[in-house]
Nanobody, 123 residues
Framework: QVQLVESGGGLVQAGGSMRLSCAAS????????MGWFRQAPGKEREIVAT???????YYADSAKGRFTISRDGGKNTVVLQMTLLKPEDTAVYYC?????????????????WGQGTQVTVSS
């Protein structure tokens, strides 16, 4: 059974930084594409960043230049490092795993999800 456990959310002031981590188990991590998504109240879940088996990264426009996604095969962990945070980054952030080495940006392409971690950016 695939399990994804996120950590690292919380409250931060605008302009600050935060690191989210996702520990994955139950699937061969090295051949699995991973993604971070977020969902704000009243809005649909949206892509933040993805990383595929070859460590090719994708970022939503809102994340470019501020967020960095990375993966550690030795620890089966994917990390989202967020900097220059804005109040509009406030959302529940979800880690997701895809049963393929290749990334996609649509949430429906990911079959396992973490429980979510709240990120709140105060102005």
């Amino acid at each position: 059974q695939v399990q994804l456990v996120e950590s690292g959310g919380g409250l931060v002031q605008a302009g600050g930084s935060m690191r989210l981590s996702c520990a994955a188990s139950g699937r061969t991590f090295s051949t699995t594409a991973m993604g971070w998504f977020r969902q704000a109240p009243g809005k649909e879940r949206e892509i933040v960043a993805t990383i595929d088996w070859s460590r090719t990264e994708y970022y939503a426009d809102s994340a470019k230049g501020r967020f960095t996604i990375s993966r550690d095969g030795g620890k089966n962990t994917v990390v989202l490092q967020m900097t220059l945070l804005k109040p509009e980054d406030t959302a529940v952030y979800y880690c997701a795993s895809r049963g393929s080495p290749y990334s996609r940006t649509e949430a429906r392409e990911y079959d396992y999800w973490g429980q979510g971690t709240q990120v709140t950016v105060s102005s």
